[in-house]
């Protein structure tokens, strides 16, 4: 089945402990999105990524990073979170040809204490 | 820089019309679309439109584009209680990698 999976679904954390978000689509997919999702703004772009070792800022980068080692995986890495990003974050696929539609996780819930 | 702007909430009586409108500011948009959002799930492409086209018909599902105002529409027929959700009108400029999403439009269907 062609799918994105993030993992976890849920995460609560401290302020300042490190994590990393996962995410592989197994569509063989050359671009990758993460964005967050908040009430009343939507979904925001973070990074996206074109291919690998290829990527660039979204409109909200600060306080994140990404890597893409490996076409499949794009991990969105938070070295230091805060309150504020506190947030429901998705992942998304699309691939380089066709009509740009993209393809969603079903989220991730991360809280910031 | 780009933005998309569309209303936060609407109810409507199961049976009836929906309209849910989008405003984009971006006017090299290439492709427009509408995406759904169930309760505790991700976003699934509900339907798109290409800018050189004014309307596009699925189903129940009505696109209207006035690229001259920036104005996109989505148009839902015999609206039923499984059409509740969160719709979010998105648009990909000349990117392709770079997306903009509206703030969602809440839609809530009663009987």
């Known amino acids: 089945e062609a799918q994105v999976t993030q993992n976890p679904r849920y995460l609560i954390t401290v302020t300042g402990k490190k994590l990393t978000v996962t995410c592989s689509q197994n569509?063989?997919?050359?671009?990758m999105s993460w964005y967050r999702q908040d009430p009343g703004l939507g979904l925001r772009q973070i990074y996206y990524?074109?291919?690998?070792?290829?990527?660039d800022k979204g409109d909200v980068p600060e306080g994140y990073k990404v890597s893409r080692k490996e076409k499949r995986n794009f991990p969105l890495i938070l070295e230091s979170p805060s309150p504020n990003q506190t947030s429901l974050y998705f992942c998304?696929?699309?691939?380089?040809?066709?009509?740009?539609?993209?393809?969603f996780g079903a989220g991730t819930r991360l809280s910031v204490l | 820089g780009e933005d998309v702007e569309q209303s936060l909430f609407l109810s409507v009586r199961e049976g009836d019309s929906s309209v849910i409108n989008c405003t984009y500011t971006d006017s090299s948009s290439t492709y427009l679309y509408w995406y759904k959002q169930e309760p505790g799930a991700g976003l699934q492409l509900l339907t798109y439109?290409?800018?050189?086209?004014d309307m596009k018909q699925d189903q129940r599902l009505t696109v209207l584009l006035n690229k001259k105002d920036k104005h996109l529409s989505l148009r839902i027929a015999d609206t039923q209680t499984g059409d509740s959700a969160i719709y979010f009108c998105?648009?990909?400029?000349?990117?392709?990698?770079?997306?903009?999403f509206g703030a969602g439009t809440q839609v809530v269907v009663t009987p």
């Open positions: 439109i290409f800018s050189n086209m």
């Open positions: 569509m063989n997919h050359e671009y």
């Open positions: 998304a696929s699309t691939p380089a040809t066709g009509l740009g539609i993209q393809y």
């Open positions: 998105a648009e990909r400029g000349d990117s392709w990698g770079k997306f903009q």
């Open positions: 990524s074109m291919n690998v070792e290829v990527t």
